[in-house]
């Protein structure tokens, strides 16, 4: 085995992942990585697609998810719910959700604008889980807040009797940013990233473990020693997880227990066999803290 090519690197990650007993950790899907990955068929916990790539040009084909969801659970993120406006809040997830009729789906995630009024996106996702047929999954929109629209989104869920998909990584970008901005902001950046870490601790700790459904986590840059610190922080989901990005998905999941947890790279994409390998190093993760037995597998309520 050629080691030093990206099959000989794919090859060996399949290796590593079959070595564990369980799988809790899923994928949120890529175009790109569509073939490989039914090439590959690595053990899995989910596959997520995102809808806005279903069908579309250089996307993943509606044709594919069948496949899919014969090898792993499938998991379908929807178009954000509020961003378009009031009116006709949920024509765009539920023209979709017709569009995969017959596919077997094991859950259904709802990103919501929280600027948007709150009995209104309550309505909204009712509306959405009675043509569902079960309880969706939560999670926030685009520009939301990470720290303050976490627990807001967690009173939706309560409201709507759905649960929530948490994202360590958009809280921690949050709260990197709101140190740094206080007046009494510290000099030193190992401070700095400990305080945006107990910040993110801070709201993690505050929600039953009932109610978060999914975890979804990926890496962003962080500035290196002597690096200019950026304006503001974001989750941007284009490197490995950090070494602190680690801790802080260590300490959510030794409060939840086993969740279902998706290992998310959105931009520069790199080979299959790094998005394998962080998924790997998520399961030891999970193993470590106890956080991999069969609840992590199962999806619904």
């Known amino acids: 085995m050629h080691f030093g090519t990206e099959n000989g690197k794919i090859e060996a990650m399949k290796a590593s992942t079959?070595?564990?007993?369980?799988?809790?950790?899923?994928?949120?899907l890529r175009a790109p990585h569509l073939a490989g990955l039914l090439d590959l068929a690595p053990a899995l916990g989910g596959i997520e697609v995102r809808s806005s790539d279903l069908g579309a040009i250089d996307g993943v084909p509606v044709t594919a998810l069948r496949e899919l969801a014969s090898r792993w659970p499938l998991a379908v993120q929807a178009s954000e719910i509020g961003a378009c406006g009031e009116v006709g809040m949920v024509e765009?997830?539920?023209?979709?959700?017709e569009r995969l009729a017959g596919v077997p789906l094991r859950r259904w995630s709802l990103p919501l604008a929280m600027d948007r009024d709150a009995g209104a996106l309550a309505a909204a996702v009712e509306v959405v889980?009675?043509?569902?047929?079960q309880p969706a999954l939560l999670e926030l929109g685009q520009n939301a807040d990470a720290l303050i629209d976490t627990l807001k989104l967690a009173d939706l869920a309560r409201q709507t009797r759905s649960r929530l998909t948490l994202e360590p990584d958009r809280l921690l970008a949050q709260a990197v940013n709101r140190v740094r901005r206080a007046p009494s902001a510290p000099s030193?950046?190992?401070?700095?990233?400990?305080?945006?870490?107990?910040?993110?601790?801070?709201?993690?700790?505050?929600?039953p473990p009932s109610l978060v459904g999914q975890i979804r986590v990926g890496g962003f840059r962080e500035p290196l020693p002597g690096d200019t610190p950026p304006q503001a922080l974001q989750a941007s989901r284009n490197q490995r997880?950090?070494?602190?990005?680690?801790?802080v998905l260590r300490q959510t999941l030794e409060h939840l227990g086993p969740v279902p947890t998706t290992l998310a790279w959105d931009a520069d994409l790199p080979g299959l066999a790094v998005l394998l390998d962080e998924v790997r190093l998520a399961c030891e993760l999970m193993a470590e803290v106890g956080a991999d037995g069969e609840e992590a597998l199962e999806l619904d309520d």
Do not use: I
């Open 18 to 28: 079959a070595l564990l007993a369980r799988q809790p950790v899923g994928l949120s």
């Open 92 to 97: 765009r997830p539920l023209e979709e959700l």
């Open 129 to 133: 889980q009675s043509c569902l047929g």
């Open 188 to 207: 030193s950046e190992r401070l700095m990233w400990q305080r945006a870490t107990a910040l993110v601790l801070d709201t993690v700790w505050s929600l």
């Open 241 to 247: 997880v950090s070494p602190t990005g680690w801790t």
